[in-house]
């Protein structure tokens, strides 16, 4: 038994943020239920790569969901949506405000039908404020929260971040909002709204950030790969490559100070504590990049994993792909798709022991699933199923 076996989900949503929400809900038990207008999820075009005609991204966001295709324009269309909604645990969808209510499928309609319903919406701004409105993409929300403003070089170019860090985190988010919901739904017999906002998920990952500035009210700016509140902590280039060093407390600066074979610097006046490092790192990081310089990464990674000091080098993907400890973790395992073949995708991130989760099917061919979850949820023959394939209430992949 998964954890979330028998919760049945019906997910409106595309692109990134709602799909990687029914992602995890699925890949721990969920019965996700992918519905998808005729011209198909946006994130099915969004290649290359393709695969078999399948956009990796697509493939690597919808396994283990299952794909039915309704026309939710056609009255007809409609009504089977609605009918599908009383067999539903949760409803999910990231439209911008205002558009599940125009197509007769907003939360109040749906509540009517199903009490019992968690009605999960994702937009940039929330379902209130003056920017309720306002379009939302990733590098928007990005730049939005203020992680633009932090994020880049120390000359102070902004950077995006290198993935759709505002879209995965509202889809964390909105999982975690969702789990709440059916728990409270346990004690009180009754559904709910589930409101994620990305703006409002943003500024809650980024607290010790607000915190630095409301405690100082200091506006931050970029500081490459550096970190206001420790140093060292940061990117430093060695003979061969780059590697990330952080020294989190005073015990590990004294053991760095042994492995760079620097003991003077442990007890100097301008090092000795972290706030006096802070203070003087226009100095002492010049003076560690130097150091840095004189050996390969190999032999520095010796000496501070020796010495229990947190490190790494900068990898690529394929270095993570290919690292034992993913494999030991099981985060790239393979699925086969019907036209994609076999194909390799993320793992899951929480690892329980009695119920583990994981990938399960692949991503659906648009409308693959259609008529076998008519039959299932609503039980419907094959006559009536026909029919509304025949007047495009339905389309079957």
């Known amino acids: 038994m998964q954890p979330l076996e028998g919760i049945r989900v019906l997910d409106f949503s595309h692109a990134l943020a709602g799909p990687y929400c029914t992602l995890l809900l699925a890949d721990y038990g969920a019965e996700v239920y992918k519905l998808e207008a005729r011209s198909g999820d946006m994130g099915r075009g969004w290649g290359p790569p393709f695969a078999g005609g399948e956009a990796s991204f697509f493939l690597g966001l919808n396994r283990g969901k299952r794909g ?37 499928l907003g939360y109040e309609r749906l509540r009517e039908r199903n009490p019992r319903l968690v009605y999960c919406s994702i937009s940039g701004y929330g379902q209130e404020g003056p920017a309720r409105d306002e379009a939302a993409m990733d590098l928007v ?41 059916l728990g409270a739904r346990e004690s009180t017999g009754k559904g709910q709204l589930v409101d994620v906002s990305m703006l409002d998920c943003m500024i809650s990952t980024m607290t010790s950030n ?3 500035h409301l405690g100082s009210g200091i506006v931050p700016r970029p500081m490459g790969t550096a970190f206001p509140t420790v140093v060292p902590y940061r990117v430093f280039h060695t003979k061969d490559r780059a590697i ?16 760079i074979e620097r003991q003077e610097l442990e007890k100097h006046p301008d090092y000795e504590t972290n706030a006096a490092r802070i203070r003087n790192r226009g100095t002492l990081e010049p ?17 501070l994993q020796a010495a229990g000091i947190p490190a790494s080098p900068v990898r690529n993907f394929q270095e993570v792909v290919e690292d034992p400890q993913c494999e030991v973790r099981r985060m790239f395992p393979t699925l086969d798709h019907p036209t994609a073949g076999a194909h390799r995708v993320t793992g899951t991130p929480v690892k329980l022991s009695e119920t583990p989760g994981g990938p399960g099917a692949p991503a659906p061919l648009l409308g693959q699933h259609t008529r076998s979850a008519l039959r299932e949820l609503l039980g419907l023959d094959e006559t009536a199923i026909g029919a509304l394939a025949a007047n495009g209430a339905i389309f079957e992949g």
């Not at 939005?144 to 120390?154: F, K, P, Q």
């Not at 971040?161 to 995965?168: L, Q």
């Not at 003076?287 to 000496?303: S, T």
């Open 68 to 104: 039915i295709s309704i026309d939710l324009k056609k009255p007809e269309g409609l009504e089977l949506c609605l009918r599908v909604i009383e067999r539903m645990d949760v409803a999910i969808e990231n439209f911008r405000p205002g558009t599940m209510d125009r197509l007769g």
């Open 287 to 303: 003076l560690l990049d130097e150091v840095f310089r004189q050996r390969p990464a190999g032999e520095w990674m010796e000496r």
């Open 210 to 212: 607000y915190m630095g």
């Open 141 to 181: 929300m990005q730049g939005s929260s203020g992680l633009l403003s932090i994020t880049g070089t120390a000359e102070g170019e902004s950077v995006r971040c290198g993935y759709g860090v505002t879209d995965v985190t509202a889809g964390l988010f909105a999982a975690m909002g969702i789990l709440l919901a």
């Open 244 to 259: 990330g060093i952080a020294v989190g407390s005073e015990k590990l600066w004294s053991a760095f100070c042994g492995v």
